[in-house]
């Protein structure tokens, strides 16, 4: 088992890893809508999709994969409103390869934000 660590995306807030990779398998924490700097992303919904994804992104290539290795993800969202906005930003970054997923409303996220999304990947 080996921890993965970048810091393009943001530290962890709590006692956890950025991600985990075991054998040829990644495992990410979720990640919400921080800067890699650790500062809060401001900004609406689609803004802050694309700092998660964009934080996702950054610690899967520093664990040797991608997006495109991709083969799960959940989004945890505080409000189901912003479900078709999330998928419009979501479909800019998995274009062709559309990884399973699943989408939960939650009551509230870490630092109150309106997004989270964690993934497992592959490593090719």
């Known amino acids: 088992m080996?921890?993965?660590?970048?810091?393009?995306?943001?530290?962890?807030?709590?006692?956890?890893?950025?991600?985990?990779?075991?054998?040829?398998?990644?495992?990410?924490?979720?990640?919400?809508p921080l800067k890699a700097d650790g500062t809060l992303l401001?900004?609406?919904?689609?803004e802050q999709t694309?700092?998660?994804?964009t934080n996702l992104s950054e610690v899967l290539k520093e664990g040797g994969s991608s997006l495109e290795n991709v083969v799960?993800?959940?989004?945890?969202?505080?409000?189901m409103d912003d479900f078709a906005e999330v998928n419009r930003v979501y479909a800019?970054?998995?274009?062709?390869?559309?990884?399973?997923?699943?989408?939960v409303a939650v009551k509230t996220l870490p630092l109150?934000?309106?997004i989270e999304i964690e993934a497992i990947a592959i490593k090719l």
């Open 72 to 79: 799960k993800t959940t989004i945890f969202l505080a409000n």
């Open 112 to 114: 109150n934000v309106c």
């Open 2 to 32: 080996n921890y993965i660590s970048t810091k393009k995306a943001p530290a962890a807030i709590g006692p956890y890893s950025q991600a985990i990779n075991i054998a040829n398998m990644i495992f990410t924490s979720g990640q919400i």
């Open 92 to 103: 800019e970054f998995f274009t062709s390869h559309k990884p399973a997923r699943s989408t």
């Open 50 to 53: 694309k700092q998660v994804l």
């Open 42 to 46: 401001e900004g609406d919904i689609a």
